[in-house]
């Protein structure tokens, strides 16, 4: 055969080769129901975005994307079912600050590692934390809390949706802040933090301005400050903890959609960039930032960056902090 013939051979061969390699590395996905694990209660803004993003997806993606509510040990039930999942891209986690970057530090067992179990897929929401009180307490302002919380150490109680929970180590950083002393009340989630706060069981949370809005809209809660240098929009007259002298305190939760490890680049890829178009979309931008949340974007290799470096962030806090969950 001529040389020409056997090049002409070579590259029918190549192009063979390369029809089923290029539909094995783009296939039609997703072609089932995919589950999005939430390891917190309904409710909570973990959840309730989660609820957002899988409408969003059914609608764009043609299949059912199903919340799968796994709560306990404070986010870390429902990450390490993921962990466990088949990586074949039908199993995500909607997962938070907490479970991925705290409770590492202050469980002792977890059965998951975050930095090397899961495939980050993407960002996509900030959520600024409010300190709340029932509408009806005596505690009229931050500086009415203080002076309480100083008069008569350990009295107040304060509400969170965990051991352990970002709720939980936010409060404690403010106590290593300020001196003041604080007896934790730990609930599992936010929904039964939240109604004893307005049945008077307990004097305060600080919880996500996503999971209070509705209460502090209807007069039922009323909020002192919030976690963010800045006044959040949805709260323009209550005060930034950092106006009110605790200088530079900055502290919230981010949420993101990460894959079991191994789940294939393609998936990944392709549900970052759904996800980000999501959130350039108006009305799924209007239904988060209504909620009190904050939009954040970047791609897969950014957020294992991110989530690299918030560990270091949370770790250190739980060192300097002490806190521990048995």
């Known amino acids: 055969m001529s040389p020409s013939g056997l090049l002409l051979r070579a590259l029918l061969f190549l192009a063979c ?38 409408e969003r997806f059914s609608t764009r ?35 938070a600050t907490a479970p991925m970057s705290i409770n590492p530090y202050v469980y002792p067992k977890l059965t998951y590692d975050p930095l090397k179990d899961f495939a980050p897929v993407g960002i996509h929401t900030w959520l600024p934390y409010a300190i709340v009180v029932n509408a009806q307490s005596k505690l009229n302002s931050y500086a009415d809390l203080r002076a309480a919380a100083l008069a008569d150490p350990g009295k107040l109680t304060y509400a969170s949706i965990g051991n352990g929970t970002t709720s939980h180590l936010i409060v404690l950083l403010l106590q290593q802040r300020t001196g003041l002393k604080l007896t934790h009340v730990p609930y599992r989630g936010s929904a039964q933090a939240q109604t004893d706060l307005i049945g008077g069981q307990v004097d305060m949370t600080f919880d996500t301005v996503v999971s209070m809005l509705p209460h502090i809209r209807s007069g039922k809660l009323r909020p002192l400050a919030v976690s963010t240098l800045k006044r959040s929009p949805l709260l323009p007259d209550v005060p930034t903890l950092h106006e009110l002298g605790v200088s530079q305190f900055e502290v919230g939760a981010w949420l993101g959609l990460l894959a079991p490890a191994g789940t294939p680049k393609y998936i990944v890829e392709k549900l970052n960039q759904e996800l980000n178009l999501a959130l350039e979309d108006d009305g799924v931008k209007n239904k988060l930032t209504a909620m009190g949340s904050e939009i954040l974007k970047n791609s897969p290799e950014e957020f294992a960056a991110f989530i690299r470096s918030e560990n270091e962030r949370w770790s250190k806090l739980v060192r300097d902090t002490g806190a521990k969950v048995d």
């Open 17 to 54: 080769q390369a029809v089923p390699s290029q539909a094995q590395d783009n296939p039609s996905w997703p072609t089932k129901p995919v589950t999005f694990v939430v390891g917190f209660p309904p409710g909570t803004a973990t959840d309730s975005v989660g609820r957002v993003l899988a």
């Open 61 to 95: 993606l043609g299949q059912s994307f199903v919340i799968d509510n796994k709560p306990g040990q404070g986010g870390s039930v429902g990450a390490a079912a993921v962990a466990k999942a088949k990586p074949d891209g039908y199993t995500f986690v909607v997962s």
